[in-house]
Structures are given as structure tokens and as C-alpha cells.
């Protein structure tokens, strides 16, 4: 078993998360998005407006307690790095561009991507 959240491996991108493994030679395209301060910011802000809206359907001042909960939990468990990957799905669909992993250590990402880059040149 691996500790690693992805690898690759035998030609193929794992992930801790996922039972299927993914062909390195569907991948277009792999890269690691950074979410800076403003980017977390901006995410924890939405989510937490979505999920206290039916709080302020019931009672303004529920929604106005339950909002920066929501606001602080989401900021935190929001990860810095995303692992994300667009695949050649098929020729009716195209490619298809996701968020694979996540993970608030880049160092995994960028050996995944070197692998993955190499493995495509071969």
C-alpha cells in the first residue's frame, strides 16, 4: 500500500481517492493549481453562503451565526494545491479537465508531473 496520495505507476496515474487508475496516454494535459489567500478566500466565502442560506431562510440571526462557522471550517479544510489533469475522453466529448487530488504539499505533485511528462515522451 502506498502512503503517497499519487503515483504513478506501470503507465497509469493512481490516486488514493479513486479506484480507477487513469492512462498516461489519455492525459493532455496535467498541472498544479495554487490557491492563493484571495482564491481561498473567495471559495470558503461561496460555500459557506450556500450551505447558511436555508439557516437564513429560517431565522436571520441562525444564518448569521451559522455563516462565519461555515466560512472558517471550509477556509481551513480547503487545500493550497490541486493536482488538476485533462483527459481524452473520446472523440464526441473531447477533452475533459478535473481536479484529480488535492493537498496543501506541492513537492508529490511536481514528482507526478515529471513522471507522467517522461513517460509521454517515451
Not at 479513486?18 to 492563493?36: Q, R, T
Not at 466565502?45 to 466560512?71: Q, T
Not at 464526441?92 to 488535492?102: A, F, H, M, P, T
Request: aromatic share 14%.
Amino acid at each position: 500500500m502506498h502512503d503517497r496520495i499519487v503515483w504513478v505507476e506501470s503507465g497509469s496515474v493512481y490516486c488514493r481517492k479513486s479506484s480507477i487508475p487513469m492512462k498516461v496516454k489519455n492525459i493532455e494535459e496535467i498541472y498544479v493549481k495554487e490557491y492563493d489567500l484571495k482564491n481561498k478566500m473567495k471559495r470558503s466565502s461561496l460555500i459557506s453562503l450556500v450551505f447558511s442560506f436555508p439557516f437564513f431562510l429560517i431565522h436571520p440571526f441562525i444564518g448569521a451565526f451559522i455563516l462565519p462557522i461555515l466560512f472558517w471550517g471550509s477556509y481551513k479544510l480547503t487545500k493550497k494545491y490541486e493536482l488538476r489533469v485533462t483527459i481524452f475522453n473520446n472523440s464526441d466529448i473531447g477533452c475533459v479537465e478535473s481536479g484529480l487530488c488535492s493537498s496543501n504539499y506541492r513537492d508529490e505533485f511536481d514528482d507526478v508531473i515529471l513522471q507522467v511528462k517522461l513517460s509521454q515522451q517515451v
